[in-house]
Every structure is written in C-alpha cells, then in structure tokens.
C-alpha cells in the first residue's frame, strides 16, 4: 500500500527540508498544512499514513496569540493515543508532542542556538529509533524553550548538556526531538530571516554570529544529512512497515 504523510507547518521556512527527498526516496507522498496561514486541520484522517509535526518561532503557551495551537495538540493527542499511528515531531513539533501528552514545556534556562553536542540516554541507545546512530552527535539546535517534563507514558532517548529531554519516544511509533538534522544548504540563510531566530542567534552567537553558524552547518551538512537519513529510515521501519 502507498504511503501519504501529513505535514503540519507553521512557518513557510520551517518545512520538513532534506526530509522531502527521503520521501521522494521511499515513494511517499504528502499533503501539507499551513496552521499559521489559517489552514484547518483534517477531520478525516484515514488516507494518512503517518503525521510530521514541524518547527516555529511560537512557543506552545502562547494559546491566545496562536488559537491552532490548542487545536493540534488535540490533534496530536488523538492522532497518538486513539490512532495509535506514526508521528513524528521536530523542535516546535517535539515540543506540542510533549504537551498534548500530559509533559511541560518551559522556557529553556539556556537558549541552544549553533551546532550541539546530542548523547543518547541508555533508553536511546537501546530504542530503535537510533539503531546504528553514534552514541554521541553533533546536531543544528536553534530553541530558547524546551521539554522540562516529559509525558508520562513517554521514554527519553537523548539529552543534551542544557537541555535534559532532546527526543522523545511513544513506544516505537511517536517520537519527537527538539535538534535539527532536516536542514538544507539553505536552512541558516532562510531561518535567520524570522525576527524571533535573528534575535536569539544574536543573542547567543553575537552579532557577527552569523556568518559562523553558516559556516558551520555547511561544514556539518553531509553528517547531518546522513543521520536524517539513518533516523528517519529507521522510523519507517519500526513504526510503518507493519502499520500500512
């Protein structure tokens, strides 16, 4: 049976980049939803295979700015606990997974802006979701809040000096982390456009900081692509393949 994904966006930038050739790759095909420009959520879910949740400059109490954050959370909630089906959730995305679950999501103590240092936790080396993935890797951060309790029924997979919960697991099917390996040669460029990520890049990395990150994340884009692909290969196999 063929595969259609969900995407939800809520930012134009922050689409699922490098991810979109994996698709390609695998043959799935996708229908995505502009939550920021107003777009309504699906009420038959059923043609779908499996949702990715993406990144954004809102932070997930900001309810009364954003009333479509209320609404996937509900989404997410039923999607993950009623359907019991494939999700995948990046940075904003790993953040409402969390929350709709039962977790906490706090304004991080210390902002993660550049290139970071992931280590898997024990339940993360053991899980699936990182098989063949290095115990320790650099990944793209770019968040100044983060999961400060995780959901009940939930395993964390990896953490980072300042941030404890970097991935989160639903069995072998949910999942979520708050690091970025979708970039693309474009991702600094484009993400460094949006008020709030200018902001907090300057704040963390300077005002020149910049031109550094650049720098950095082309140097790291072929590791990066390499373990978007390991991981979201490995979320195919564990959670899709008997599922669809």
Same mark, same amino acid.
């Given at each position: ?96 997974? %969390?929350?709709? @679950? ?5 304004? =991080? #103590? ?7 240092? !992931? &280590? *898997? ?96 994340? %082309?140097?790291? @884009? ?5 373990? =978007? #692909? ?7 196999? !564990? &959670? *899709?393949?008997?599922?669809?």
């Amino acid at each position: 049976m063929s595969k259609h994904f969900l995407v939800l966006q809520h930012i134009e930038i922050e689409h699922p980049g490098f991810f979109r050739d994996l698709m390609k790759q695998a043959n799935i095909t996708w229908d995505t939803i502009h939550l920021d420009k107003g777009q309504s959520l699906p009420t038959n879910v059923s043609d779908y295979s499996a949702v990715l949740s993406m990144g954004g400059p809102m932070d997930v109490w900001e309810k009364e700015s954003y009333s479509w954050i209320h609404d996937e959370e509900s989404f997410i909630r039923e999607w993950v606990l009623g359907y019991k089906k494939p999700f995948l959730g990046i940075c904003l995305g790993h953040q409402l997974l %969390a929350t709709a @679950l039962g977790g906490k999501v706090e304004k =991080a #103590k210390t902002a993660e802006v550049g290139i970071h240092s !992931i &280590s *898997l936790t024990d339940d993360g080396r053991l899980h699936g979701f990182f098989k063949d993935c290095p115990r320790e890797f650099a990944c793209l951060q770019w968040h100044g809040a983060e999961v400060v309790v995780a959901p009940k029924r939930s395993k964390v997979l990896a953490s980072s000096r300042d941030c404890q919960i970097q991935s989160l697991a639903i069995g072998n099917y949910a999942f979520g982390f708050q690091f970025h390996l979708e970039i693309t040669p474009a991702t600094v460029d484009e993400w460094a456009e949006v008020e709030a990520y200018r902001i907090s890049l300057e704040s963390e990395l300077g005002r020149n900081g910049l031109k550094k990150f650049r720098e950095d994340a %082309a140097i790291h @884009l072929s590791y990066f692509n390499s373990l =978007a #692909k390991q991981v979201f290969n490995n979320w195919l196999k !564990i &959670s *899709l393949l008997d599922s669809i």
